[in-house]
């Protein structure tokens, strides 16, 4: 979809969750500190699933209402197959990363805390399970949850316009199973379920979709009701207040933690109490969030919404990216100052490439008019 038809505040959120995603998967950063995670139970992976469910079901509904199932269904495909060659791809890099950097630690102690070592040692048997996206290694477990999503995507947006609470009520009975009974897919090599277990993550994302279609719309005059708006205030008040001091105890503990009580916050299984909080601060925003046109004129909102128009290569990119972070963390100490350089240099990389994406597209599409392009 041209980035002139859509309001910018959603790919500056996209752009934003990514860039947040990045900084917090550099251990110990500074940065940290003013991502998601540092003011509610929730973090970014929320926010982004949240979004792609929105926009792809605002994206590929116009399409199919104005040129039928098969259409839509066709570009919807489309992405899935793209996001899983990316899965692919990243996969090889991130392999061939590792070796890397293995190469300076003889013990394989990075095979293992990667989770790369099945591939090292049974690469014929690990490739077939990567194939069906069964192998994840560490920071390869969203993708995954992606691919199927939007297998799915076409049926799920043709029963939302037939009857969107049943869908709803569906979507929340399965993810109930994972939280009664623990239901999660299996990968390999030791059967351990997907860190972001698809029958929970699901939920999310077909919130997302159901508001993004349209057919909530009319129950938006409630959410932003003063009622709802008082009680989300004093959930994010609470969440933040204890987030906040229990990161900033994390790293310096001479500062005390309001984190006194224990909260079921287990993000693998999507727990209500990240679920609540991260809908409590949403609400706020899309409440709170200045006009698509006053935050056009920003250029930080400029820089992070080409980013979120360019989402998959910038997640695959920083996905890459977060691991010589993650290495740099283990081998310089733990530095604090160090981690904090790095997401600074590896988030204007990122907004770098997602300028270099943007002014190729341009380029292409003032030699040959391309259809639209969803970048759901």
Same mark, same amino acid.
């Given at each position: 979809?041209?980035?002139?038809?859509?309001?910018?505040?959603?790919?500056?959120?996209?752009?934003?969750?990514?860039?947040?995603?990045?900084?917090?998967?550099?251990?110990?950063?500074?940065?940290?500190?003013?991502?998601?995670?540092?003011?509610?139970?929730?973090?970014?992976?929320?926010?982004?699933?949240?979004?792609?469910?929105?926009?792809?079901?605002?994206?590929?509904?116009?399409?199919?209402?104005?040129?039928?199932?098969?259409?839509?269904?066709?570009?919807?495909?489309?992405?899935?197959?793209?996001?899983?060659?990316?899965?692919? #791809?990243?996969?090889?890099?991130?392999?061939?990363?590792?070796?890397?950097?293995?190469?300076?630690?003889?013990?394989?102690?990075?095979?293992?805390?990667?989770?790369?070592?099945?591939?090292?040692?049974?690469?014929?048997?690990?490739?077939?399970?990567?194939?069906?996206?069964?192998?994840?290694?560490?920071?390869?477990?969203?993708?995954?949850?992606?691919?199927?999503?939007?297998?799915?995507?076409?049926?799920?947006?043709?029963?939302?316009?037939?009857?969107?609470?049943?869908?709803?009520?569906?979507?929340?009975?399965?993810?109930?199973?994972?939280?009664?009974? =623990?239901?999660?897919?299996?990968?390999?090599?030791?059967?351990? =379920?997907?860190?972001?277990?698809?029958?929970?993550?699901?939920?999310?994302? #077909?919130? =997302?979709?159901?508001?993004?279609?349209?057919?909530?719309?009319?129950?938006?005059?409630?959410?932003?009701?003063?009622?709802?708006?008082?009680?989300?205030?004093?959930?994010?008040?609470?969440?933040?207040?204890?987030?906040?001091?229990?990161?900033?105890?994390?790293?310096?503990?001479?500062?005390?933690?309001?984190?006194?009580?224990?909260?079921?916050?287990?993000?693998?299984?999507?727990?209500?109490?990240?679920?609540?909080?991260?809908?409590?601060?949403?609400?706020?925003?899309?409440?709170?969030?200045?006009?698509?046109?006053?935050?056009?004129?920003?250029?930080? #909102?400029?820089?992070?919404?080409?980013?979120?128009?360019?989402?998959?290569?910038?997640?695959?990119?920083?996905?890459?990216?977060?691991?010589?972070?993650? #290495?740099?963390?283990?081998?310089?100490?733990?530095?604090?100052?160090?981690?904090?350089?790095?997401?600074?240099?590896?988030?204007?990389?990122?907004?770098?490439?997602?300028?270099?994406?943007?002014?190729?597209?341009?380029?292409?599409?003032?030699?040959?008019?391309?259809?639209?392009?969803?970048?759901?």
């Amino acid at each position: 979809m041209p980035p002139e038809k859509r309001d910018i505040r959603l790919d500056f959120l996209r752009g934003a969750a990514l860039m947040m995603i990045f900084a917090d998967h550099v251990p110990q950063s500074l940065l940290s500190l003013a991502t998601l995670q540092s003011f509610a139970f929730a973090d970014a992976a929320e926010l982004f699933f949240f979004l792609s469910g929105f926009v792809a079901a605002m994206v590929y509904g116009r399409t199919l209402d104005t040129r039928g199932f098969f259409a839509a269904a066709g570009r919807m495909w489309r992405r899935a197959w793209d996001i899983y060659a990316a899965q692919m #791809v990243l996969l090889v890099f991130l392999v061939a990363e590792i070796c890397a950097i293995a190469s300076f630690s003889p013990d394989g102690g990075y095979f293992r805390y990667f989770r790369v070592e099945a591939f090292i040692a049974q690469t014929e048997t690990t490739v077939m399970q990567a194939l069906m996206l069964r192998f994840q290694p560490a920071y390869l477990d969203i993708l995954p949850v992606y691919t199927v999503f939007f297998a799915l995507l076409p049926f799920l947006l043709v029963a939302l316009k037939r009857g969107p609470w049943l869908v709803l009520l569906a979507s929340f009975l399965i993810y109930a199973g994972t939280q009664l009974f =623990g239901w999660n897919a299996t990968t390999h090599p030791n059967g351990e =379920g997907w860190f972001f277990d698809p029958y929970a993550w699901q939920f999310v994302m #077909v919130i =997302g979709a159901a508001f993004g279609s349209g057919q909530m719309n009319a129950y938006k005059p409630l959410l932003r009701s003063r009622p709802v708006l008082i009680g989300c205030a004093v959930v994010a008040v609470v969440a933040g207040a204890m987030q906040f001091t229990n990161n900033v105890h994390t790293m310096f503990p001479i500062v005390p933690t309001l984190f006194l009580i224990s909260l079921p916050v287990d993000k693998s299984m999507l727990e209500p109490t990240r679920l609540v909080s991260f809908f409590a601060v949403a609400i706020l925003v899309a409440r709170y969030m200045p006009s698509a046109a006053r935050m056009a004129r920003l250029a930080i #909102v400029r820089a992070l919404a080409r980013c979120g128009r360019h989402s998959l290569a910038i997640f695959c990119t920083g996905t890459l990216l977060a691991i010589l972070g993650h #290495v740099t963390w283990l081998e310089a100490g733990h530095s604090l100052a160090l981690q904090l350089a790095f997401n600074l240099a590896g988030i204007s990389l990122l907004i770098g490439l997602a300028w270099l994406l943007e002014w190729m597209s341009e380029g292409q599409r003032a030699i040959v008019p391309l259809p639209e392009q969803a970048t759901a």
